[in-house]
């Protein structure tokens, strides 16, 4: 599972011109499941979102938590994170989990999540989305 995880002031998501979902201060949080992922994975990669220090302390020292700041949490499924680019002038997703399985491992993910009593926003999978971002720093990591 591939998360690229960016530090944010403010993001959403806009499907068919309405908003779907919408954080202030937290993490938005693309995810591109691969073929050999699973639930245990998800929860796996949920635990490290969760708690990898990306936020300043009182020092400006990124010492702090998604759980520490209690910040806002935007997971956005993106397959074409899962693509291979090493050879070659187009994407392969051979490595990228069916629809079907790649659903099924994000929507466990966030359900992991909203039971953590955070505030949790999500895309939607499959959709055509337009995502809104203000990365705070800006401060992007990816996460594998």
């Known amino acids: 599972m591939i998360a690229l995880l960016q530090r944010v002031s403010e993001a959403s998501v806009v499907v068919d011109d309405a908003t779907i979902a919408a954080i202030g201060q937290g993490l938005l949080v693309l995810i591109g499941v691969q073929a050999e992922d699973d639930t245990a994975a998800a929860h796996r990669q949920l635990e ?17 938590s998604l759980r520490d700041v209690r910040g806002g949490l935007l997971l956005v499924p993106q397959f074409t994170l899962a693509a291979n680019t090493r050879k070659g002038r187009r994407p392969s997703f051979a490595s990228a989990a069916t629809p079907e399985h790649g659903e099924a ?38 996460l594998d």
Do not use: C
């Open 105 to 142: 491992v994000f929507s466990a993910m966030v359900a992991a999540a909203r039971a953590q009593t955070l505030q949790v926003e999500a895309g939607r999978f499959g959709a055509d989305m337009q995502v809104h971002l203000i990365n705070d720093g800006p401060v992007t990591f990816i």
């Open 48 to 64: 490290r979102l969760l708690n990898y220090r990306v936020f300043a302390d009182e020092d400006g020292k990124m010492n702090r």
